[in-house]
């Protein structure tokens, strides 16, 4: 077991499935001679020569459709978007071709598409996004978003295991930042399972991504006023854990949904809305949701800190939630 | 409520997942004199049928709760006084028999007093009555002194009984939250602030328009049953001309929800063989006279399969194991239970012999014999029928050659024993030529769940346990 950061756990993953598995290749901006944006696919062309480690041109929309292209051949395509908010090229791609392939034609697209999203490095409204929930809404996308370097390397396996297109949301403040056991054997984490990252009887936390750990650090300050407040890493977001997350709700009575990602239509909503429906009479309080708010991510590192959902903003609405 | 010497009766905790029970038998009235730990009344559970001893000595002063009734864990059942003083007259403050049955019909969801109590075998006319009588507080007094009643706190203030009105809120504005409301149950909350109100005897303002004060409220819904069960149709009370209705039992209702959730959760599979039980027969008639005269025990044809079955299950761990979620549990241990008829086809009962590979073919003809007579006299304990591995089940013993049992839950198999008869059979004589000669044949069936057990598997299994019993070596077993 050794301790690598996020970023060392996604690229010990890629770099296993291609030492393993030669129907693996790796193609997006600069991942070759450069060696990717983050540095995940460095020395990538030099081990595995440019044919499986290719530099493509700036047209994300061709990356995604050669990729589809190459799955429906019989390869594993993994492709990068530089920053996640270049995806919205490929839409077309994803959502048009790949995601209803195997409903039309019956034929796997056993592709993964790389996104490092997420803000707070005054990335501004262009690199700093993370637009999972607009991918949560298209049947035949899947879509995963790690939180520890375990799970990163787990779940970018079973990604590129997994026969449909895969969207793997990779934090980009979490990749230096955050460090963590990871088995050196190859393991995978089943998709559509959450992790119960804190266990506690009052108030139930659902969230993901990087917002894992700034609940953990709220939840911190809550448990010195006696307030135990379980975690829930849902993993996934398409498909999600419903038992895990009902399980939990039941045992509390009382929830808070957060996420990095803008408020209107977030993926939260569709938790809070399944937990009205489906725990109704199980709830002490109304389901709350903590997110940003509905505006482009700003440059300005004080917006930014205003937009992104702080520990101290985390921490009042639990606060709220248990004195209910 | 106990005041002096008086004692309460109240509905034993029957196990940690037991919520209710119901009254059988009452076997003192009012006015006789009872012992401490003397048999008091009889109940029944889902999980067991028992004898309660009274908790106190002295004379049955009333008895709160009448037979057929089915109340809650705790609920106040008896009042036992001091011997030679009077049982309580109706007026008496003491008893308070009026408002003892406590706001409980108020909270209960109308919907399950025409499940179980249909009115007509009723022996108290006046019971039906409360529930249907107050659909006004039903819908007004949740709102708990006008305070807002989250869904979870009215769930648990309906499934207990309890005015959520009655419990100190520390939530927002003085709300009652769930933490509340359950440490006001924990504390015992349920019967006695119901209670306080109206202790001189004065019927509680409920009554008014119950005027006969029927003493027991319907029962509350069994916590389980609207959540797991679909809610019955509501029509079909009364009974047609030539049909006749009866309360199921606790024990009845437990039978039908096991054997519905098995056949829903496991893919039941029978497999059959045919073992030539010559072996078995002879050893048993040579140790049936030494283990009766020195131990007092019979050596059933039972106790050896289970012998023969708790050594081939060593093998089939598989056989012994559970699914739990997404895992599959196998064990070093064999808590064989068996399914044991209770008189007058009461119902059906599985205890459990722990431990069952500790014990040599003598511990397990004693073991049987110990639980069936428990089982029959109501003295089993919860623990008793809880924890089984794998089960036996022995129709034969009416003839019934074949049968599929139904898997006790979590458990992954059950074996069926059927009767043992004689039958013409082809054996081979010592030129080894194939002969027929007669000999007691038993069919012994495995039913198992096939998410778990292959047929294959099952199938070496039964074959393993049939040359097991083919060829018993009595001195292997012995010490």
């Given amino acids: ?324 | 409520m106990a005041t002096g010497t008086q004692v309460d009766v109240v509905m034993p905790q029957m196990g940690v997942s037991v919520s209710e029970g119901t009254i059988t038998k009452w076997l003192k009235q009012p006015g006789e004199s009872v012992a401490l730990d003397e048999p008091l009344l009889e109940i029944s559970t889902d999980k067991v049928d028992t004898e309660v001893p009274s908790p106190g000595a002295g004379v049955l002063h009333e008895i709160l709760v009448p037979e057929g009734e089915t109340v809650d864990v705790g609920t106040r059942l008896a009042v036992i006084g001091p011997e030679g003083s009077a049982p309580v007259a109706a007026d008496e403050p003491v008893a308070a028999p009026e408002p003892a049955p406590e706001p409980a019909p108020h909270y209960a969801p109308p919907e399950p007093a025409p499940h179980y109590a249909p009115p007509e075998p009723q022996p108290e006319p006046a019971a039906p009555a409360p529930a249907p009588a107050d659909p006004a507080p039903v819908a007004a007094a949740p709102s708990g002194n006008g305070k807002f009643v989250s869904p979870v706190v009215a769930r648990i203030a309906s499934e207990h009984g309890v005015d959520p009105g009655q419990v100190p809120g520390t939530g927002a504005g003085g709300r009652v939250t769930k933490r509340d409301i359950l440490a006001f149950i924990e504390a015992g909350g349920h019967g006695t602030a119901a209670a306080a109100p109206a202790p001189s005897g004065e019927p509680a303002p409920t009554t008014a328009q119950a005027p006969t004060a029927a003493p027991p409220p319907p029962p509350p819904a069994p916590p389980s049953a609207p959540r797991t069960e679909p809610q019955a149709p509501p029509e079909p009370t009364a009974a047609a001309e030539g049909e006749m209705l009866e309360p199921m039992s606790a024990m009845r209702r437990g039978i039908a929800e096991h054997m519905r959730r098995s056949l829903d959760t496991s893919a039941h599979v029978t497999s059959a063989i045919e073992v030539d039980m010559s072996s078995v027969v002879s050893i048993r008639e040579k140790l049936k006279k030494e283990y009766q005269e020195a131990y007092g025990v019979n050596p059933t044809y039972l106790a050896f399969i289970a012998r023969a079955t708790i050594d081939t299950l060593r093998d089939y761990p598989y056989v012994n194991g559970e699914i739990r979620g997404e895992q599959i549990v196998t064990r070093n241990f064999v808590n064989l239970g068996f399914a044991v008829e209770l008189a007058d086809g009461k119902g059906l009962i599985v205890p459990v012999l722990r431990n069952a590979e500790s014990l040599n073919l003598l511990g397990i003809a004693r073991g049987i014999a110990d639980v069936a007579s428990r089982a029959r006299e109501k003295k089993l304990l919860p623990d008793d029928v809880q924890g089984g591995t794998f089960t036996i089940t022995n129709p034969g013993g009416y003839g019934t050659f074949h049968g599929t049992p139904v898997i006790s839950q979590p458990q992954a198999a059950i074996l069926g024993t059927y009767a043992l008869v004689k039958r013409p059979w082809v054996v081979k004589d010592e030129l080894g030529n194939d002969v027929i000669a007669i000999r007691p044949i038993m069919n012994i069936t495995l039913t198992y769940d096939h998410r778990l057990v292959d047929g294959a598997l099952a199938g070496r299994f039964l074959r393993d346990l049939r040359a097991r019993l083919e060829s018993w070596d009595e001195s292997a077993y012995q010490g």
């Fill in chain 1, 1 to 324: 077991m050794a301790e690598l950061t996020y970023l060392q756990a996604i690229s010990d993953g890629l770099r296993g499935e291609m030492r393993r598995d030669h129907r693996v290749f790796v193609i997006g901006e600069d991942v070759g001679v450069y060696g990717g944006a983050f540095k995940v696919t460095l020395g990538f062309q030099e081990e595995f020569g440019p044919w499986r480690v290719i530099d493509a041109p700036l047209a994300e929309t061709a990356i995604v459709g050669g990729c589809t292209g190459a799955a429906l051949m019989g390869m594993r395509p993994v492709a990068e978007m530089q920053f996640s908010d270049f995806v919205s090229c490929a839409w077309d791609q994803l959502v048009t071709v790949a995601a209803k392939q195997h409903y039309r034609a019956g034929t796997a697209v056993p592709i993964v598409v790389r996104l490092p999203s997420g803000g707070g490095f005054s990335g501004g409204p262009f690199h700093s996004q993370n637009p999972e929930s607009s991918f949560a809404h298209v049947p035949g996308l899947k879509c995963v978003c790690p939180a520890t370097p375990a799970d990163a390397k787990g779940l970018l396996i079973s990604a590129i295991e997994d026969p449909n297109p895969v969207l793997y949301f990779e934090h980009k403040h979490l990749y230096r930042r955050i460090k963590g056991d990871v088995p050196e054997e190859r393991y995978t984490v089943p998709i559509g399972k959450a992790r119960i990252h804190r266990e506690g009887d009052d108030v139930s936390l659902i969230t993901w991504g990087a917002m894992v750990y700034t609940a953990s650090e709220a939840a911190d300050q809550l448990e010195q006023d006696g307030v135990a407040v379980e975690i829930v890493d849902l993993r996934s977001v398409l498909p999600w854990d419903k038992s895990a997350v009902l399980e939990s709700v039941r045992k509390t009575s009382k929830v808070l949904v957060l996420h990095e990602d803008t408020h209107t239509g977030g993926f939260g909503a569709e938790i809070a809305a399944t937990i009205g429906e489906e725990a109704f009479e199980d709830l002490d309080a109304p389901v709350k949701r903590l997110s940003a708010p509905d505006t482009p991510v700003p440059f300005s590192p004080s917006l930014e800190k205003a937009f992104i959902p702080q520990v101290e903003d985390v921490a009042r609405s639990l606060r709220e939630l248990a004195e209910y």
